[in-house]
Nanobody, 127 residues
């Protein structure tokens, strides 16, 4: 288990921006594919973007393409999620997670393909 810690959530108006961070004190994230997921009340956990370990390739859910950007800073041992043009429907608890058995992201992968999870950070988009 990798102890993941998310931060950066908060309350933002529609059209605003937030940057989430995913850190892992004492562990090296660079060897893992990292996914960001979100879960709104009454809804299933949804994979938002994922970034692979070795080549840094990414995949995004259609709902956030062009608005969200995932990146990783291996020197800082942190994965970021830059969220722009936020909408009401982006409101959710956001989690980061490590890939279980492959360093690559796959558009078809879901929560079951990720092993360690953080505690989540709340993002609320409201006017």
């Amino acid at each position: 288990q990798v102890p993941l810690v998310e931060s950066g959530g908060g309350l933002v108006q529609p059209g605003g921006s937030l940057r989430l961070s995913c850190a892992a004190p004492g562990f090296t994230l660079r060897w893992y594919a990292i996914g960001w997921f979100r879960q709104a009340p009454g809804k299933e956990r949804e994979k938002v973007p994922c970034i692979s370990s070795n080549d840094g390739s990414t995949d995004y859910a259609d709902s956030v393409k062009g608005r969200f950007t995932i990146s990783r800073d291996n020197d800082e041992n942190t994965v970021y999620l830059q969220m722009n043009s936020l909408k009401h429907e982006d409101t959710a608890v956001y989690y980061c997670a490590t890939g279980k058995s492959t360093p690559y992201c796959s558009p078809g992968s879901g929560a079951a393909d990720f092993g360690s999870w953080g505690q989540g950070t709340q993002v609320t988009v409201s006017s």
